[in-house]
């Protein structure tokens, strides 16, 4: 018997050859799928990998965007048609539009799944240029509508489920995202002597970065031997350079897994004050390297973070108490030693072999 065909749809961008994090996933579900794969091609990208439909970036760069989600329909239309796929996963509700239209272009009976990592209207309210929301009440309207047609909606976390229940509709299905956490699943080491407070993230509006910056300005005069790392680059990468020229700070655009790894083993606590939040990727990383977070009560933060257990809340646009915070864990071993137990123990339910992935993605399929 053949395999079911799915496609997935996203904007990711994919480094061809795949790294062997990433391809141990696709290698895993082909085991169970005949998958297939329409994204974009990382900067740089050479050699080819069976099953991925790249889009190669498009210059200037001001343009990439726009070109991909302007095509995009007649690119998942020209694979419907070729691939003939039982079922297309949507990495968010914006390719799920996509997905629907060419459903209808071709008129083939494509099951259409939408993914909800995460609250959809943040790409254009807080991300990116400030143009971007301009779009937000037509993107809003679409992402709704794709969602009350899909054939499926899943979920990765409480929170994204809440948001699809307050359209009136149920997900099919709730489980993490798949996380290539082998670099950070290494025997965990003690704290550093000195205490550091570590970001890692996209330096954009969501992430609050320039909440970081106003709450470390607050918090370093308190904390003399404290540093502060911010590991990330994005459209607000000023305030990363304005924190390096004023304050203990030391910043990496960007670093490898195993890197983001050894900048952890280096903190004695993640800082991750977002005013909105999906999955939290970094924060079960953090975990798994026994490290606890200083962290919001927005999006799925909470759902990951217990306060006082494995890390410390705070409101998004509480910079005071933020800092307030980072005051605490730093100027105390034991508490960011407690916190780091703490959180040890909280990454189990977010952690998933390959294995486990690929069946729960087949089950949805199904």
Request: glycine share 8%.
């Amino acid at each position: 018997m053949s395999k079911p065909v799915l496609l997935f749809v996203g904007r990711t961008r994919y480094r061809l050859p795949l790294a062997p994090g990433v391809a141990v996933k696709f290698d895993t579900l082909r085991e169970e799928l005949d998958v297939h794969v329409l994204a974009s091609a990382a900067h740089g990208s050479t050699g080819r990998a069976d099953g991925f439909s790249l889009v190669a970036p498009l210059r200037p760069r001001a343009l990439d965007g726009v070109a991909f989600w302007l095509c995009l329909p007649w690119r998942v239309a020209r694979l419907f048609h070729r691939l003939r796929p039982d079922a297309v996963m949507c990495q968010t509700p914006y390719e799920g539009v996509a997905a629907l239209i060419a459903r209808r272009l071709v008129r083939l009976p494509v099951k259409v799944v939408v993914e909800v990592h995460a609250d959809w209207r943040t790409s254009t309210r807080l991300y990116g240029a400030g143009l971007r929301r301009v779009l937000a009440p037509v993107s809003d309207r679409l992402a709704a509508r794709a969602l009350r047609r899909a054939d499926a909606i899943r979920t990765v976390s409480p929170f994204t489920s809440g948001l699809v229940r307050d359209l009136g509709l149920e997900p099919a299905a709730q489980f993490p995202a798949y996380m290539e956490l082998r670099p950070f699943t290494t025997p965990r080491v003690p704290l550093s002597e000195r205490p550091q407070a570590l970001f890692v993230g996209v330096l954009e509006a969501y992430k609050n970065i320039d909440g970081l910056a106003a709450a470390w300005a607050l918090a370093a005069p308190r904390v003399p031997g404290a540093t502060l790392r911010v590991v990330g680059d994005g459209t607000r990468a000023g305030v990363a350079e304005a924190l390096v020229r004023d304050h203990r700070v030391r910043w990496d655009r960007r670093l490898p897994p195993a890197g983001v790894a050894d900048a952890m083993d280096g903190a004695w606590v993640l800082v991750l004050p977002s005013r909105s939040e999906g999955m939290g990727r970094v924060l079960v990383e953090a975990f798994c390297r026994g490290r606890g977070v200083v962290g919001t009560r927005a999006g799925s933060i909470p759902d990951l973070v217990g306060d006082e257990v494995s890390g410390l809340l705070v409101e998004p646009e509480d910079r005071a108490a933020l800092a307030d915070a980072l005051v605490r864990v730093l100027s105390d071993r034991a508490l960011a030693e407690r916190l780091g137990e703490g959180a040890t123990a909280a990454a189990a339910p977010w952690v998933q072999t390959p294995e486990e992935y690929a069946r729960r993605v087949k089950e949805l399929v199904a």
